[in-house]
């Protein structure tokens, strides 16, 4: 699992600028389905046939990121963020854009108070001495994103970017893994969720599935003096009840939970107040589709440190397996 994790959350693919990692999962999944391709917005459809229920498990492959927007005259490159980048989080990082260059990102030596941090505050020097300089490396829209390496350590995955490589490595070991079901099983492998959910609603209306469900992490709730919340890293995959713009629907909730029981495979149930996932633009799409989510336990999440529990990793596989061969 390890490789397959660090090769996926090795690629680089902010929101918008997917075609780097949708390369590298399509070239992992293209012999295990019956039909691949890739839609209009950018979203990877791969279809395993099936006569049942047509049901589409959606994985974003996009992650967050810090759009150069100007460049100053000694070649500093002014920011904003894509998705739910941190000013917090990326003090101090190191960042790569696609061509390979990598920025240090810092901030105006002149903020005295830590709450003034943003990131219209801060830069990213790639080490040029111009703007002339700079521009032949980065331009205004070039986006950079976090460096760092995937590691396996006591049980844990830890990487930049597990939100959502971590989704797309266990529908891509779903499909490795599947016999033929009765049901049609539709992996979307999406666009645009970090900016909200832009690819999967598309990909939705485009494929009418009968039921769906998101892949994606979720906060946990048992670090030092954090907030409150249900979901601990390692005790099974998160079924999702309702976060900020879903409320799951009872079809799809109670069929994961049944799974999970009847396979004795550990889960949990999300509750959560803030944040969402892809399902909350699956639902709303044309005349409404059932849909939930299977969420993967995260600490850090937005960091480039994001530590997910290889259990539960494994566990969401074993419930995604019992889930597609259910008869609705
Ligand atoms: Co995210
Ligand atoms: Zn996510």
């Known amino acids: 699992m390890i490789t397959l994790i660090s090769e996926l959350t090795g690629t680089y693919g902010p929101s918008g600028r997917e075609e780097n990692i949708r390369e590298v999962i399509e070239r992992k999944v293209a012999g295990k389905v019956d039909e691949i391709y890739t839609d209009t917005l950018g979203n990877l459809v791969a279809v395993k046939k099936g006569k049942g229920r047509r049901i589409m498990l959606a994985a974003h492959m996009d992650e967050i990121g810090l759009i150069a927007t100007f460049i100053d005259e000694k070649g500093f490159i002014r920011y904003s963020n894509i998705g739910g980048a941190s000013p917090f989080y990326s003090l101090g990082q190191k960042v790569r854009f696609k061509n390979g260059v990598t920025g240090c990102v810092f901030y105006e030596q002149k903020l005295e108070e830590f709450k003034e941090l943003k990131h219209e505050r801060m830069y990213i020097d790639i080490g040029t001495r111009s703007r002339e300089e700079t521009e032949k490396l980065v331009t205004p829209g070039d986006i950079a994103v976090f460096a760092g390496d995937a590691v396996e350590q006591n049980g844990r995955f830890i990487s930049?970017?597990?939100?959502?490589?971590?989704?797309?490595?266990?529908l891509i070991k779903l499909l490795e893994d599947l016999e033929d079901t009765e049901n049609e099983i539709i992996c979307v492998f999406t666009v645009q969720e970090e900016v909200g959910s832009r690819g999967a609603g598309t990909a939705a209306y485009g494929l009418m599935p009968d039921i769906a469900v998101a892949i994606d992490v979720t906060n946990t709730g048992d670090t030092p003096e954090c907030k409150p919340l249900s979901v601990d890293l390692g005790k099974g995959p998160a079924v999702m009840v309702k976060d900020a713009y879903t409320i799951s629907h009872p079809l799809v909730k109670n069929a994961l939970i049944e799974c999970a029981e009847k396979m004795s495979i550990?889960?949990?149930?999300?509750?959560?107040?803030?944040?969402?996932?892809?399902?909350?633009?699956i639902h709303k799409t044309a005349g409404g589709i059932p849909s939930g989510g299977v969420s993967i336990p995260c600490r850090y999440m937005h960091s480039p440190c994001e530590m997910v529990d290889k259990s539960d990793v494994e566990n969401t596989v074993k419930l995604l397996k019992a889930f597609v061969s259910f008869k609705f």
């Open 266 to 281: 550990p889960y949990q149930l999300e509750v959560i107040s803030r944040g969402g996932n892809d399902a909350g633009a």
């Open 160 to 170: 930049r970017a597990l939100d959502d490589r971590i989704g797309c490595a266990i």
